[in-house]
């Protein structure tokens, strides 16, 4: 049997010269969006990292982007084009490193003119943060808590009185709790702390709280502005 070959050439590209970029931003009703852009090597100008120490020691120099601000509530039909700039950088878990390189940058907002946009507090606080900074070395901690939910009713509560299986009003027993009658969001905690981890976020601990389906993580210590980065990085 004979194969008839084509005088067109394959192109392979290799996937190691390949950069994924998750252009991370908050829109105007404080929630998070994301776009994905696709680099090759020589796109780039490659920071410093050390996959080792597991954490990016200085970012690629990224381009600023834009997004579709009539979409976000951050634009008019007629304007609608938001500038993003790269603010800072880290480790995309959810991507195998080992793959394609993969990265995950918080933006903060621009209007076309190069003005801050209104929805940006991120412009405000940098300028705050040197002034201060330039006096007092500050470092701050925070604690997040939150409560998963799921169809309207925090995770596995058979009704909002009633937590799970006839108990009711008993908080003490979930408190650092552990156990699949007492704590029943442990798996999404492990996940969500592994997935700092490698994102190389300055995560300090996690413990469930009070309530049944609410968990608890800390952050810290790093500095005003920094912290605030990673505290939206860890929300996503």
């Known amino acids: ?136 070395k500050l470092l701050f901690g925070v604690e997040q808590e939150y409560i998963v939910y799921q169809q309207g009713l925090p995770y596995y509560w058979e009704t909002i009185q009633n937590p799970v299986k006839g108990i009711t009003g008993i908080q003490g027993q979930y408190y650092c709790s552990i156990g699949c009658d007492n704590n029943f969001i442990r798996e999404i905690m492990e996940a969500h702390l592994e997935m700092c981890m490698l994102a190389g976020l300055s995560i300090r601990g996690t413990n469930a709280e009070v309530t049944p389906s609410q968990g608890e993580y800390q952050l810290g210590e790093l500095s005003g502005l920094e912290l605030a980065d990673q505290h939206w990085l860890s929300k996503y």
Request: hydrophobic share 30%; glycine share 6%; aromatic share 14%.
């Open 1 to 136: 049997m004979s194969h008839s070959t084509s005088s067109k050439e394959c192109v392979f590209y290799n996937i190691k010269n390949r950069i994924s970029v998750v252009y991370v931003w908050i829109d105007a009703f404080g929630k998070l969006r994301e776009k994905t852009k696709i680099f090759n090597n020589d796109e780039l100008n490659v920071g410093c990292y050390d996959t080792e120490a597991g954490f990016v020691q200085s970012m690629y120099r990224l381009p600023d982007w834009n997004f579709d601000g009539s979409s976000t509530g951050q634009a008019t039909g007629d304007k609608s084009d938001v500038l993003l700039k790269p603010r800072y950088m880290c480790f995309d878990p959810f991507r195998n490193f080992e793959k394609c390189r993969s990265y995950i940058v918080l933006c903060d907002t621009y209007n076309q003119d190069g003005t801050p946009h209104v929805t940006n507090k991120r412009f405000a606080c940098a300028e705050r943060e040197h002034e201060v900074q330039e006096k007092h």
